[in-house]
């Protein structure tokens, strides 16, 4: 038997179980949730199978219109095949937590995206094709539309705004597509890698920036983001943790790899300096901008844009520990991100409400959901041993070689810029983590809150799952990398050996460190006498359960800073969000013509004698 | 089996004269005999796919008769139309019980498609007109069959604007008479091959040009669009916007510019003009509409854009003597979705008016949340915004797929990028219905209402599968039978006229 053939099976079966199900009338609620989970298994199976099977192929003849050869090509390539077993990993799981969440409208439409959003990407990550690239492209974006609306009344808002934004940058997409198939003369992207396309002229330029469009849309970079937080607001967490946290980000970054190192070659040092341009701003604005958030969850939303700037500067770097550190981080950033916005959706769940002012003290109430997010906060904020600091390590690593190295480029020469962007964005995302921990988990617990319990076996299970694949992905990072990523780049193991960072050693040292600190602190404790009285202010007595230091004005300071503060208030206000702005553009051409349409009918008969007055011009020739 | 011609005319209009006997007493009998008919068009619309042929009239030989042409431009409409007039009758059954005068309904619509009809199957300008003129008559009563302000407004614009076109049509034949001594298309055609284009006939074009434009709404002609779509019953804004516009309008231009006059640069440059302002007027005047049905309708000038630029790229393309595969694939994209837009534009038409008898009202801001009350209709609705906004693998996708990859080819990349954005504005503006309507929080008094049920649902269901399975019509069987003959019908220009003259 032709093993190619689990390939199709592994797309279509869950396209089409997906499509089925979102037609299916609302009563039947069992039938869907039960379908979308032995599907989700199946695709998990199938990704490891197509794994372990190395590379495979599959072909299938549809169209021939006039010379164009719309052939269905699935392959799979190490890349390709790794990030796959992953993201059909990431689908189940949230499929599993999914069971037990109760704040989803129209449970068919849910479970339906669910199954068209694991297919969709299968066939993304699988497709040598790239017109078919941009059909499932497009099918993962209308299931995110749909999944968004499944998140109640305030929904629609941000699933509209997720649709026209994802979807200009997939019109962008299909432009350059049909670009770069004018300038090679085929679709096929085994082919074109043979004799990738220069950037040289503004064809090939405009073309990459257009696929360079697609690409940092779907992953939520600067300055197209703006659709990531808007939606983290309104949708179902759960929906946040598949897409936003983990398969957009795989997608997009794979997309920007094939482009990179596939589709063409970079030959203009000016496109190096906007890539690695985008990648900074896009680390240092958005933490900046989530360190002064409210909401749990417009708050993880900001650092799911933030980090997408690490993966974006290490493609930039153009080194092979820049790359190999960017899939790694792509990698790590969809386990810690998942579990964030999973322990973000079980407090929700628990206590809710996502706002950071009414949650406090869950620590003790919840206390899987706080160790499991603990891990992913330190995950995301480059703590070692956790997996988060070995691909900003990789990342760093390959900005100084960029640097150091002899090539004479603008991004180059601007390393130190990329550099200082990146430390300081690791330590601002570390900052807004602890105001994170604290005001959800630890500070004093509100009275509303006192019968908060931990989530369901299923629910906890998926967290737990992900945070021990941080601590394993940071202890043995030698594991992923040289099983998945030095193979899916054809990078030697070698060659891209970085720092000399003996994780074993360094985490004994850590654990041993916590462990005299714990010491240090308890023995303190003992020892020393503490005396509690009420608060006493301005002559009124206050107990002490009144006093709440909530967290949410720990970095006031910042937001507050001249010149700053009027930057903050204008992103509050929209004024830096594309969407609004080209918004505003259309509508205001919209009503210039509405001013035209006067409705009054001699207007119109003006303009029926003016256009037979151009049309006999330019037939009978008249000049 | 070869269908005799005639009988496409005959079947509506015979039922049409036949319905108002029925009056009050046999309203049932009335809707069941024109459903009979449509049903039995569509039927005879699908055994005449892939033929050719000539009917003449009485035996009449050319030029001295009247002849009726099949060929795969008209065997393509006629499949258009049946299609979406027999939905659009099956709608009615349900839907038309909240207005009086039935059989009057009825043999209005017959009568309106019957004039398509011959229209799409008339081998002669004069009797093309005459045709056209039964259509757009009987599609003016049909504006304002609701008798209500507004509806009576619209009609009297439809009607100054409409008569104008006819006038201008009316004078271009006319003039070409004159100059050619017949009013066989073919032979008219063969007049203008072998003595050349006077000044007389360039004048003509330019008429048939601004007369055609008028009944298609081409920018700057489209005023009276707006107006009167919305006004119409549901099921007649489905008519006028799927398919009259394209016969009376798209169809009839194409046929006169490529097929008796020949194109040339200048007419090529002007159809793909008219393609792209129509796209970007009818876009941007979409989204700021607040009324459902109002929205359609400029979206449909929108989209007539596109059909008009498929043909008019394919036109100039040919007109540059390119490369004639390159123009095939842009009028074949052109054509695809001229059939797309049918099937998919009517259904929207057919949903607006289930929410507006659900509902009682048109406009977006007095709904939300509907998703739950109305769930059929949001589905069927939810198919049509992906298929006309081009979401694969709905069949807008293909279609516009299919015009980019030819502008590309052909080297218009500005042409592309336009087609890209607009769509993405079609995207924008469908997301905007869905938002307003169907999603967000239902309003106080909307808590009790309904799903509609019956024909009214079953003409949308078979509606809306068309739209998921229309992709499956560019598989090679299906597009060597339907597309390929339409196609070159328009790509051989003025050969037209010895096919016919030798069959």
Same mark, same amino acid.
């Given at each position: 038997?032709?093993?190619?053939?689990?390939?199709?099976?592994?797309?279509?079966?869950?396209?089409?179980?997906?499509?089925?199900?979102?037609?299916?009338?609302?009563?039947?609620?069992?039938?869907?949730?039960?379908?979308?989970?032995?599907?989700?298994?199946? !695709?998990?199976?199938?990704?490891?199978?197509?794994?372990?099977?190395?590379?495979?192929?599959?072909?299938?003849?549809? $169209?021939?219109?006039?010379?164009?050869?719309?052939?269905?090509?699935?392959?799979?390539?190490?890349?390709?095949?790794?990030?796959?077993?992953?993201?059909?990993?990431?689908?189940?799981?949230?499929? $599993?937590?999914?069971?037990?969440?109760?704040?989803?409208?129209?449970?068919?439409?849910?479970?339906?995206?669910?199954?068209?959003?694991?297919?969709?990407?299968?066939?993304? $990550?699988?497709?040598?094709?790239?017109?078919?690239?941009?059909?499932?492209?497009?099918?993962?974006?209308?299931?995110?539309?749909?999944?968004?609306?499944?998140?109640?009344?305030?929904?629609?808002?941000?699933?509209?705004?997720?649709?026209?934004?994802?979807?200009?940058?997939?019109?962008?997409?299909?432009?350059?597509?049909?670009?770069?198939?004018?300038?090679?003369?085929?679709?096929?992207?085994?082919?074109?890698?043979?004799?990738?396309?220069?950037?040289?002229?503004?064809?090939?330029?405009? !073309?990459?920036?257009?696929?360079?469009?697609?690409?940092?849309?779907?992953?939520?970079?600067?300055?197209?983001?703006?659709?990531?937080?808007?939606?983290?607001?309104?949708?179902?967490?759960?929906?946040?943790?598949?897409?936003?946290?983990?398969?957009?980000?795989?997608?997009?970054?794979?997309?920007?790899?094939?482009?990179?190192?596939?589709?063409?070659?970079?030959?203009? !040092?000016?496109?190096?300096?906007?890539?690695?341009?985008?990648?900074?701003?896009?680390?240092?604005?958005?933490?900046?901008?989530?360190?002064?958030?409210?909401?749990?969850?417009?708050?993880?939303?900001?650092?799911?844009?933030?980090?997408?700037?690490?993966?974006?500067?290490?493609?930039?770097?153009?080194?092979?520990?820049?790359?190999?550190?960017?899939?790694?981080?792509?990698?790590?950033?969809?386990?810690?991100?998942?579990?964030?916005?999973?322990?973000?959706?079980?407090?929700?769940?628990?206590?809710?409400?996502?706002?950071?002012?009414?949650?406090?003290?869950?620590?003790?109430?919840?206390?899987?959901?706080?160790?499991?997010?603990?891990?992913?906060?330190?995950?995301?904020?480059?703590?070692?041993?956790?997996?988060?600091?070995?691909?900003?390590?990789?990342?760093?690593?390959?900005?100084?070689?960029?640097?150091?190295?002899?090539?004479?480029?603008?991004?180059?020469?601007?390393?130190?810029?990329?550099?200082?962007?990146?430390?300081?964005?690791?330590?601002?995302?570390?900052?807004?983590?602890?105001?994170?921990?604290?005001?959800?988990?630890?500070?004093?617990?509100?009275?509303?809150?006192?019968?908060?319990?931990?989530?369901?076996?299923?629910?906890?299970?998926?967290?737990?799952?992900?945070?021990?694949?941080?601590?394993?992905?940071?202890?043995?990072?030698?594991?992923?990398?040289?099983?998945?990523?030095?193979?899916?780049?054809?990078?030697?193991?070698?060659? !891209?050996?970085?720092?000399?960072?003996?994780?074993?050693?360094?985490?004994?040292?850590?654990?041993?460190?916590?462990?005299?600190?714990?010491?240090?602190?308890?023995?303190?404790?003992?020892?020393?006498?503490?005396?509690?009285?009420?608060?006493?202010?301005?002559?009124?007595?206050?107990?002490?359960?009144?006093?709440?230091?909530?967290?949410?004005?720990?970095?006031?300071?910042?937001?507050?800073?001249?010149?700053?503060?009027?930057?903050?208030?204008?992103?509050?206000?929209?004024?830096?969000?594309?969407?609004?702005?080209?918004?505003?553009?259309?509508?205001?051409?919209?009503?210039?013509?509405?001013?035209?349409?006067?409705?009054?009918?001699?207007?119109?008969?003006?303009?029926?004698?003016?256009?037979? $007055?151009?049309?006999?011009?330019?037939?009978?020739?008249?000049? | 089996?070869?269908?005799?011609?005639?009988?496409?005319?005959?079947?509506?209009?015979?039922?049409?004269?036949?319905?108002?006997?029925?009056?009050?007493?046999?309203?049932?009998?009335?809707?069941?005999?024109?459903?009979?008919?449509?049903?039995?068009?569509?039927?005879?619309?699908?055994?005449?796919?892939?033929?050719?042929?000539?009917?003449? /009239?009485?035996?009449?030989?050319?030029?001295?008769?009247?002849?009726?042409?099949?060929?795969?431009?008209?065997?393509?409409?006629?499949?258009?139309?049946?299609?979406?007039?027999?939905?659009?009758?099956?709608?009615?059954?349900?839907?038309?019980?909240?207005?009086?005068?039935?059989?009057?309904?009825?043999?209005?619509?017959?009568?309106?498609?019957?004039?398509?009809?011959?229209?799409?199957?008339?081998?002669?300008?004069?009797?093309?007109?005459?045709?056209?003129?039964?259509?757009?008559?009987?599609?003016?009563?049909?504006?304002?069959?609701?008798?209500?302000?507004?509806?009576?407004?619209?009609?009297?614009?439809?009607?100054?604007?409409?008569?104008?076109?006819?006038?201008?049509?009316?004078?271009?034949?006319?003039?070409?008479?004159?100059?050619?001594?017949?009013?066989?298309?073919?032979?008219?055609?063969?007049?203008?091959?072998?003595?050349?284009?006077?000044?007389?006939?360039?004048?003509?074009?330019?008429?048939?040009?601004?007369?055609?434009?008028?009944?298609?709404?081409?920018?700057?002609?489209?005023?009276?669009?707006?107006?009167?779509?919305?006004?119409?019953?549901?099921?007649?804004?489905?008519?006028?916007?799927?398919?009259?516009?394209?016969?009376?309008?798209?169809?009839?231009?194409?046929?006169?510019?490529?097929?008796?006059?020949?194109?040339?640069?200048?007419?090529?440059?002007?159809?793909?003009?008219?393609?792209?302002?129509?796209?970007?007027?009818?876009?941007?005047?979409?989204?700021?509409?607040?009324?459902?049905?109002?929205?359609?309708?400029?979206?449909?000038?929108?989209?007539?854009?596109?059909?008009?630029?498929?043909?008019?790229?394919?036109?100039?393309?040919?007109?540059?003597?390119?490369?004639?595969?390159?123009?095939?694939?842009?009028?074949?994209?052109?054509?695809?979705?001229?059939?797309?837009?049918?099937?998919?534009?009517?259904?929207?038409?057919?949903?607006?008016?289930?929410?507006?008898?659900?509902?009682?009202?048109?406009?977006?801001?007095?709904?939300?949340?509907?998703?739950?009350?109305?769930?059929?209709?949001?589905?069927?609705?939810?198919?049509?915004?992906?298929?006309?906004?081009?979401?694969?693998?709905?069949?807008?996708?293909?279609?516009?797929?299919?015009?980019?990859?030819?502008? /590309?080819?052909?080297?218009?990349?500005?042409?592309?990028?336009?087609?890209?954005?607009?769509?993405?504005?079609?995207?924008?503006?469908?997301?905007?219905?869905?938002?307003?309507?169907?999603?967000?929080?239902?309003?106080?008094?909307?808590?009790?209402?309904?799903?509609?049920?019956?024909?009214?649902?079953?003409?949308?269901?078979?509606?809306?599968?068309?739209?998921?399975?229309?992709?499956?019509?560019?598989?090679?069987?299906?597009?060597?039978?339907?597309?390929?003959?339409?196609?070159?019908?328009?790509?051989?220009?003025?050969?037209?006229?010895?096919?016919?003259?030798?069959?």
């Amino acid at each position: 038997m032709n093993l190619g053939k689990i390939l199709p099976i592994l797309v279509f079966l869950p396209l089409a179980v997906g499509f089925v199900l979102l037609f299916l009338p609302n009563k039947i609620k069992f039938l869907s949730k039960a379908l979308a989970l032995i599907i989700s298994v199946i !695709a998990f199976a199938l990704g490891i199978r197509i794994f372990s099977l190395g590379q495979l192929d599959y072909s299938f003849p549809v $169209l021939q219109i006039g010379n164009v050869n719309l052939e269905l090509l699935l392959s799979a390539k190490p890349l390709g095949a790794f990030i796959l077993m992953f993201a059909m990993g990431f689908g189940l799981l949230i499929t $599993l937590y999914s069971l037990k969440v109760h704040a989803i409208h129209n449970t068919n439409i849910y479970y339906g995206a669910i199954l068209l959003t694991i297919g969709g990407s299968a066939g993304i $990550l699988l497709s040598n094709h790239l017109l078919f690239l941009l059909i499932f492209w497009e099918m993962v974006t209308a299931s995110l539309y749909l999944l968004i609306t499944t998140g109640g009344k305030n929904s629609n808002f941000a699933a509209t705004k997720s649709f026209a934004m994802i979807g200009a940058s997939d019109a962008a997409f299909l432009l350059g597509i049909l670009m770069v198939w004018a300038l090679s003369g085929t679709f096929v992207i085994s082919e074109i890698a043979k004799g990738p396309v220069a950037t040289t002229s503004s064809i090939p330029i405009i !073309a990459f920036l257009l696929l360079l469009t697609a690409a940092i849309t779907k992953a939520g970079a600067l300055p197209l983001h703006t659709w990531l937080p808007t939606s983290g607001e309104y949708a179902p967490v759960s929906v946040m943790a598949l897409l936003p946290a983990a398969l957009d980000k795989l997608l997009g970054i794979y997309l920007l790899v094939i482009i990179v190192r596939e589709i063409f070659v970079l030959k203009s !040092a000016a496109l190096g300096v906007v890539l690695a341009f985008i990648g900074a701003a896009t680390i240092i604005i958005a933490v900046m901008v989530a360190m002064v958030q409210h909401n749990l969850k417009k708050l993880l939303s900001y650092h799911a844009i933030s980090q997408v700037g690490y993966m974006v500067l290490g493609i930039a770097t153009g080194t092979p520990v820049g790359i190999a550190g960017a899939i790694f981080h792509m990698l790590n950033n969809a386990i810690y991100k998942c579990c964030l916005f999973l322990c973000g959706g079980a407090v929700e769940q628990q206590a809710g409400t996502p706002e950071l002012d009414k949650l406090g003290g869950l620590g003790k109430k919840m206390p899987i959901t706080f160790i499991t997010c603990l891990i992913a906060a330190l995950s995301i904020s480059g703590i070692p041993p956790f997996n988060g600091f070995v691909s900003k390590w990789m990342v760093y690593q390959g900005i100084i070689q960029m640097g150091t190295s002899a090539q004479a480029g603008g991004a180059a020469k601007l390393w130190p810029i990329w550099f200082t962007c990146a430390m300081f964005g690791s330590a601002l995302t570390l900052a807004s983590f602890v105001k994170l921990i604290h005001s959800t988990f630890l500070s004093r617990l509100p009275e509303e809150l006192k019968d908060v319990k931990e989530v369901s076996p299923l629910q906890t299970g998926p967290m737990i799952v992900l945070a021990s694949l941080c601590v394993f992905l940071g202890i043995f990072y030698h594991v992923p990398l040289k099983y998945f990523i030095y193979p899916a780049l054809d990078i030697e193991p070698g060659t !891209a050996i970085f720092g000399t960072w003996a994780s074993g050693l360094a985490t004994l040292l850590l654990v041993a460190g916590i462990i005299i600190g714990g010491l240090i602190l308890a023995v303190s404790l003992l020892s020393r006498k503490v005396r509690i009285v009420p608060t006493w202010t301005c002559g009124e007595v206050q107990t002490n359960d009144q006093m709440r230091i909530s967290g949410t004005h720990f970095y006031k300071t910042v937001s507050s800073m001249g010149g700053l503060r009027q930057l903050y208030t204008g992103q509050e206000k929209g004024h830096f969000d594309t969407y609004n702005q080209s918004g505003r553009l259309g509508l205001a051409l919209t009503e210039f013509l509405r001013w035209l349409h006067s409705g009054i009918l001699p207007v119109y008969l003006t303009w029926v004698t003016l256009g037979l $007055l151009i049309v006999l011009f330019i037939v009978c020739k008249i000049w | 089996m070869s269908v005799p011609l005639p009988v496409f005319v005959a079947i509506p209009l015979v039922t049409a004269f036949l319905l108002p006997v029925f009056a009050k007493r046999g309203k049932a009998v009335a809707t069941v005999l024109a459903n009979l008919a449509t049903i039995s068009l569509l039927v005879l619309a699908i055994a005449s796919i892939g033929q050719s042929r000539v009917y003449e /009239v009485g035996r009449w030989s050319i030029p001295l008769g009247i002849n009726l042409v099949l060929d795969g431009l008209s065997s393509l409409l006629l499949l258009a139309i049946s299609v979406v007039s027999t939905a659009a009758m099956f709608f009615s059954i349900r839907y038309m019980e909240q207005y009086t005068a039935r059989a009057k309904y009825l043999s209005l619509f017959l009568l309106m498609v019957a004039g398509m009809n011959g229209v799409v199957l008339s081998g002669d300008i004069f009797n093309l007109f005459v045709f056209l003129e039964i259509a757009s008559l009987a599609s003016y009563a049909l504006v304002g069959f609701g008798c209500g302000h507004e509806e009576l407004e619209a009609s009297f614009k439809y009607m100054v604007l409409g008569s104008i076109g006819s006038i201008f049509i009316l004078f271009a034949v006319a003039l070409v008479y004159g100059n050619t001594g017949s009013l066989n298309m073919a032979y008219i055609s063969e007049a203008i091959q072998s003595n050349g284009l006077n000044p007389g006939l360039t004048f003509a074009l330019g008429l048939f040009i601004v007369g055609f434009g008028l009944k298609a709404a081409l920018v700057p002609f489209h005023a009276w669009l707006p107006d009167a779509h919305p006004s119409a019953p549901a099921p007649i804004s489905a008519m006028l916007s799927g398919i009259l516009i394209k016969t009376l309008g798209v169809y009839a231009l194409a046929r006169v510019v490529f097929n008796i006059f020949g194109i040339s640069l200048a007419t090529g440059w002007l159809l793909l003009t008219f393609g792209i302002v129509g796209m970007l007027v009818g876009a941007f005047m979409a989204f700021g509409q607040w009324d459902l049905k109002r929205l359609l309708a400029y979206s449909s000038i929108s989209q007539v854009g596109y059909v008009m630029l498929g043909i008019g790229l394919g036109g100039l393309i040919i007109a540059k003597d390119g490369n004639l595969a390159w123009a095939s694939l842009a009028i074949l994209g052109g054509l695809f979705h001229l059939l797309n837009h049918a099937v998919y534009k009517s259904l929207l038409f057919l949903t607006s008016g289930s929410i507006q008898m659900s509902t009682g009202t048109r406009q977006l801001r007095e709904m939300g949340g509907l998703a739950e009350k109305l769930p059929v209709t949001r589905a069927t609705c939810t198919v049509a915004s992906a298929a006309i906004a081009g979401i694969p693998p709905f069949s807008g996708f293909w279609s516009k797929l299919i015009l980019v990859i030819a502008s /590309v080819q052909a080297g218009y990349y500005w042409v592309a990028a336009i087609i890209v954005f607009v769509s993405l504005c079609t995207l924008i503006m469908y997301l905007k219905v869905q938002r307003y309507v169907f999603l967000g929080e239902l309003p106080e008094n909307l808590q009790e209402i309904t799903e509609n049920r019956g024909s009214m649902l079953v003409a949308m269901v078979s509606l809306a599968c068309l739209c998921v399975l229309m992709g499956l019509l560019l598989t090679p069987g299906l597009r060597a039978s339907i597309f390929a003959p339409a196609v070159k019908v328009l790509v051989d220009g003025v050969s037209y006229s010895a096919n016919v003259i030798g069959m």
